[in-house]
């Protein structure tokens, strides 16, 4: 596609639910990042995929948080059992490759969550 | 572990202002550095970038020097714009021989010009 695309925009969800959030990235981009911002916050690095494989886990908040990517493509974010301090705007970005010197990211428009 | 520290916002300047915005970082390797902007109700959009010391990047007017000696990267324009208005992050993306990779953001700074 011509942009990073994130779906739901937004989604509103009962505390204690499961939500999927969905990322589709540039074509031909083979790294793929999720980021959390919160009220007021900077944004939050969570995890990186090159290819659809995650390098490195350390950066979601808790086990209830999980992230896969299939195909080297699409990735989804998931959060089981959420709580309040859920609610953020997750966003997506895709670059080129990972690691890579000045490697640019593209965001997407992200998804407003919000645990009620 | 790697941060990044900017200025807290807001800044509010006239229009044809002189702007800097302040970014300093600390990182254990040799990061690459990145200024990302988000307009109003639009998405985050790489500015400029340097992905090594001395490196200046520059976009739309804006200017950020990559300096290890005092570890920032400031934010420079001459003369800003009301269309200026964003907020401003200030980023590195530093990837370690062992394969781990971060790229860490600042809190952001926003910019109001006024007319």
């Known amino acids: 596609g011509a942009g990073v695309s994130q779906s739901p925009s937004n989604k509103v969800t009962e505390k204690g639910k499961d939500v999927e959030l969905r990322c589709d990235p540039i074509?031909?981009?083979?790294?793929l990042y999720w980021y959390r911002q919160s009220l007021g916050q900077g944004l939050e690095f969570l995890i990186y995929?090159?290819?659809?494989?995650?390098?490195?886990k350390s950066g979601l908040p808790s086990d209830r948080f999980s992230a896969e990517r299939t195909g080297g493509s699409v990735s989804t974010l998931t959060i089981q059992r959420t709580q309040q301090e859920d609610s953020a705007v997750y966003l997506c970005?895709?670059?080129?490759?990972?690691?890579?010197?000045?490697?640019?990211?593209?965001f997407g428009p992200g998804t407003r969550l919000t645990v009620l | 572990g790697d941060s990044v520290t900017q200025m807290e916002g807001p800044v509010t300047l006239s229009e044809e202002a002189f702007l800097t915005i302040n970014c300093t970082y600390t990182?254990?390797?040799?990061?690459?550095l990145f200024w990302y902007v988000q307009y109003p109700g639009e998405g985050l959009q790489l500015l400029l970038k340097?992905?090594?010391?001395?490196d200046k990047g520059s976009n739309k007017g804006f200017e950020a020097t990559y300096r290890k000696e005092t570890t920032s990267f400031h934010l420079e324009k001459g003369s800003v714009q009301v269309s200026d208005s964003a907020v401003y992050f200030c980023?590195?993306?530093?990837?370690?021989?062992?394969?781990?990779?971060?790229?860490?953001f600042g809190t952001g700074t926003r910019l109001k010009v006024l007319a």
């Open positions: 995929f090159q290819g659809n494989s995650a390098p490195d």
């Open positions: 970005a895709s670059s080129s490759v990972a690691g890579g010197q000045g490697d640019t990211q593209y």
């Open positions: 074509s031909g981009h083979t790294a």
């Open positions: 980023a590195l993306s530093d990837f370690r021989a062992s394969g781990t990779y971060k790229y860490i």
């Open positions: 990182a254990t390797g040799y990061p690459s």
């Open positions: 340097a992905t090594k010391a001395d």
